[in-house]
């Protein structure tokens, strides 16, 4: 059974610092990324980690302000926030994939809330 498990999120300041975490098991995941969902908004990509190579990717409106990081030996994925702004107030929800030749799977984690005040 997979499971994705999100932790880290709560109440700053703008300004401030969060660490997120998530923890992935029952599969050996190709890349894990997070995305958020603010209220009224669609769901939208912040970063992501490729486990094959290392390389990362950010949405550019969190670029130089968020870390995504890990330990791939343990499916274990961090997203470093600093410089927290009201915009980034969201629900943050880890993505973990399978990447095989011919079929992807995708989990999802079931969110921490992130609130940033002014």
């Known amino acids: 059974q997979v499971q994705i498990v999100e932790s880290g999120g709560g109440l700053v300041q703008a300004g401030g610092s969060l660490r997120l975490s998530c923890v992935g098991s029952?599969?050996?995941?190709?890349?894990m990324a997070w995305f958020r969902q603010a209220p009224g908004s669609e769901r939208e990509f912040v970063a992501s980690i490729n486990w094959s190579d290392g390389s990362t990717d950010y949405a550019t409106s969190v670029k130089g302000r968020f870390t995504i990081s890990g330990d791939n030996a343990k499916n274990t994925v961090y997203l470093q926030m600093n410089n927290l702004k009201p915009e980034d107030t969201a629900v943050y929800s880890c993505?973990?994939?399978?990447?095989?030749?011919?079929?992807?799977?995708?989990?999802w984690g079931q969110g921490t809330q992130v609130t940033v005040s002014s």
């Open positions: 993505n973990a994939q399978v990447n095989m030749p011919y079929r992807k799977e995708i989990y």
């Open positions: 029952g599969r050996t995941f190709t890349t």
